[in-house]
């Protein structure tokens, strides 16, 4: 059946002869070029103007005022129904411009809400799987350490760490001289544990 629709771009009105997909809609290629076209601007201007309006700039990480995930990634709402954008990935296209198909844009700092651009950074797919393994290797590392209950040393013992650390030894070096994981030393470089130890400047 031949219908006369009107070309939601131009507005002539056209013969629907259902042989061409875009012939739903428009007249012509060139029309719904145009209109896809028009649409992703019109999706980057709000993707722009959600992100200036919720996004907190600081030193380090950035913060997030906007929609939150479930999984805890940042997300902008650039209005209509799946135009869903990616927190990250839409402040790389904001700082650095378009993504290109098949890259994925990873956390350097692991904080998911965080879209600081000199905080991310673009791979492949196995980019992100190597960083997901390494992440996870790390915090599976750290709870082992825990598990183990290595928790006992001297406060004497702490000092000494403390020293090494200023002393610039790595958390291996120095947890191979005191038979402690790597993680129980950064716990104490990092200050979680032996706070109050203090060695003299
Ligand atoms: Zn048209
Ligand atoms: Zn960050």
């Known amino acids: 059946m031949i219908l006369k629709v009107n070309c939601q771009l131009c507005k002539v009105d056209f013969l629907n002869n259902h ?35 919720n996004v907190v700039k600081s030193d380090g990480c950035w913060g997030w005022n906007g929609m939150i995930r479930k999984d805890g990634y940042g997300v ?13 990935r839409a402040s790389w ?24 651009p000199s905080h991310l950074f673009i791979g492949t797919q196995q980019d992100n799987v190597t960083d997901m393994i390494s992440k996870g ?34 958390g291996v070096q120095i947890g191979k001289i005191f038979n402690k994981s790597r993680c129980f030393i950064s716990k104490i470089k990092t200050g979680k544990t032996w706070k109050h130890i203090k060695i003299e400047e």
Do not use: V, W
């Open 76 to 88: 902008i709402n650039a209005g209509g129904h799946n135009n869903k954008i990616l927190l990250h």
């Open 137 to 170: 290797r790390r915090k599976q590392a750290c709870l082992k350490g825990e598990r183990n209950g290595s928790a006992t040393i001297t406060e004497q013992q702490a000092k000494e760490i403390k020293i090494l650390l200023k002393d610039g030894l790595n």
């Open 19 to 53: 042989k061409d997909r875009y012939k739903k809609k428009y007249c012509s290629s060139a029309c719904h070029h145009e209109s896809m076209r028009a649409n992703k601007q019109d999706i980057s201007i709000k993707m722009k103007r959600d992100y200036e309006s």
């Open 93 to 116: 296209m904001i700082h650095f411009g378009e993504i290109p198909k098949k890259m994925f844009i990873l956390h350097k700092c692991d904080n998911h809400i965080c879209s600081a």
